[in-house]
Every structure is written in structure tokens, then in C-alpha cells.
Antibody
């Protein structure tokens, strides 16, 4: 069965960095685009970034461009999100999600999420 | 301010029917890109509920249905059950933003 397990969350000071990881299993990882979606406490969902199946294309929401970098290792079935220059407004649960590309994207499997708290 | 607009809350009694609207623009729903719906039970990750405007993944009861017209979409839930109490999100793609967008979410209360 498809499983996505995030790790790497924690408490970090503003301006510092954090790296999240997502380990995938139960499907052919290299065939799918992968996404990060976040949810601030008590708020709605916000799409953060996508990386295509082959890693050749990456797109980000405007609020994280230049600060976050999405990457993947298809040999290890892992997805990463390097987050630099963190701000209080980046505080959220971060989910990795498998994307199905068809007239845009849909997210058919989600991890359980990892909480990132940016606070001094 | 979310790109897609949903009502913050809806409610209904067990057995009743409720609908949740999702309004976008010609840059997303009206482009036309597909609309997808997610159910988020308290304390859990979102789950895909409806995809491609009106399709149900395997295992989703036929009490849940979706539709789309122009720049709007709707999720209908018939025969409301207490376990349907959750947050519901619509999602599409926005060509101006070159990324996926969500509605602000609708909290369904089964009274």
C-alpha cells in the first residue's frame, strides 16, 4: 500500500534553516510528481511546491520562492524540502503528497504531516 | 485570502443533504482546470474525496458527489452521517500562479 512518511519537523528560530524529508513506499516513486502542502495552525491548506517525476521541473508558491528548495532522490524514494530564512508565517504542518497530473494536479495520497514551528 | 472561495461553515441534520460551493475564476476552475475535493477529519491528513470534478476514488461512498459549471464547483453530501463531520477543501490549478490552489475550507457540522 502507498505510504508517505514525513520527518524533520521541529522548533526553529526565525531566520534559521530546516530540512524536511518524506520517504515513499508502496508505489513506483520515480513515476510521480511529488508535492509539499502546508497547513498553518487552525487554517486551511496551502500548496507549497512541486517537483516533477524526473526532478527536472520545480515550481513554488510565491511566498517561499528563493527560500525553499524541493528535491528528490529517485534511487532512495525520498522527497526533501530545504527551508531557509524561515519566518513565523512558515509555522505549519507540512504534508508531502503524491500528485496525479491530469488537467492540473490532484493529490491522491498524503503523509501524516510534520510540524514546523518558527519561534524565538 | 484563498484563491478559491468556499463558505466557512455548513450544517445539517443526520439524513439531510448539504452542498458546499467553490468559486474560482477564468484562471483556474474556468480555465478550465479540474476541481478536486478533500475531506479532513479532525487531527488527520486530508483525504481525496472527489477528483476530476465528479469522480469518486475507490472506497468513497456514493453519498458524496461533485459537479462543476463555469467558474464554480459544488460538493453534495446526501444522507448525512455523524462521521461526515469534517473540514472540506476544494482544489484546482491556477495558470496565472503556475501552481495548485485550495479553497479556504468549509467546516461541516452534523447537528
Amino acid at each position: 500500500q502507498v505510504q508517505l512518511v514525513e520527518s524533520g519537523g521541529g522548533v526553529v528560530q526565525p531566520g534559521r534553516s530546516l530540512r524536511l524529508s518524506c520517504t515513499a513506499s508502496g508505489f513506483t516513486f520515480r513515476n510521480y510528481g511529488m508535492h509539499w502542502v502546508r497547513q498553518a495552525p487552525g487554517k486551511g491548506l496551502e500548496w507549497v511546491a512541486v517537483i516533477w517525476h524526473d526532478g527536472n521541473n520545480k515550481y513554488y508558491v510565491d511566498s517561499v520562492k528563493g527560500r525553499f528548495t524541493i528535491s528528490r532522490d529517485n534511487s532512495k524514494n525520498t522527497l526533501d524540502l530545504q527551508m531557509n530564512s524561515l519566518r513565523a508565517e512558515d509555522t505549519a504542518v507540512y504534508y508531502c503528497a503524491r500528485g496525479i497530473a491530469a488537467d492540473g494536479y490532484r493529490f491522491d495520497y498524503w503523509g501524516q504531516g510534520t510540524l514546523v514551528t518558527v519561534s524565538s | 485570502q484563498s484563491v478559491l472561495t468556499q463558505p466557512p461553515s455548513v450544517s445539517g441534520a443526520p439524513g439531510q443533504r448539504v452542498t458546499i460551493s467553490c468559486t474560482g475564476t477564468t484562471s483556474n476552475i474556468g480555465a478550465p482546470y479540474d476541481v478536486h475535493w478533500y475531506q479532513q477529519l479532525p487531527g488527520t491528513a486530508p483525504k481525496l474525496l472527489i477528483y476530476g470534478n465528479s469522480n469518486r476514488p475507490s472506497g468513497v461512498p456514493d453519498r458524496f458527489s461533485g459537479s462543476k459549471s463555469g467558474t464554480s464547483a459544488s460538493l453534495a453530501i446526501t444522507g448525512l452521517q455523524p462521521e461526515d463531520e469534517a473540514d472540506y477543501y476544494c482544489q484546482s490549478y491556477d495558470r496565472s500562479l503556475s501552481g495548485s490552489v485550495f479553497g479556504g475550507g468549509t467546516k461541516l457540522t452534523v447537528i
